[in-house]
């Protein structure tokens, strides 16, 4: 067994990393052609990385450009616990208003503390931004884990 296929995360492991993770780096091809790379929230539905953002946002002038993406995600603060993905993908932009308002919700709930619904004044807040807004999604096309602490200490 080589080096690379004792550190690769299972389906399991990825779930989880993706589940406490919250900032995957979208790297999109700028329009001079150079790697494009922003920290952005996400939620992982059915383990494909979905992110909201501006309509009119450079990310997303690039991926209507060119649909190729990497998403990257880690975790670790020294070289023996690094842990993440890198996912190759054609990124999926989603205009539909219900589809951007409903992903707002999730991501919404999945960061704000304590909550498990948005109502009210907070609804409406997301639906006010949501005609502005995009929802991105990124399929795997082709993904590389990792996770140093398998290699228990030893390089």
Known sequence: MSRRDQIQLDDAELRELLGE???AIVSSLGPRGWPH???LWFVPRDGVIWIWTYA???KVR???RDPRATVLVEAGHSYDQLRGVMIESEAVIHRDFETVLGFAEELTI???EGISSVEGDAKA???AQSPKRVAISFPALRTATWDHRKLGGTY
């Open 21 to 23: 993770e919250r900032i």
């Open 56 to 58: 009119k946002s450079q």
């Open 37 to 39: 790379s922003m920290p």
């Open 125 to 127: 807040a997301l639906e």
């Open 62 to 64: 690039n991926l209507e």
């Open 110 to 112: 999945r960061y704000a």
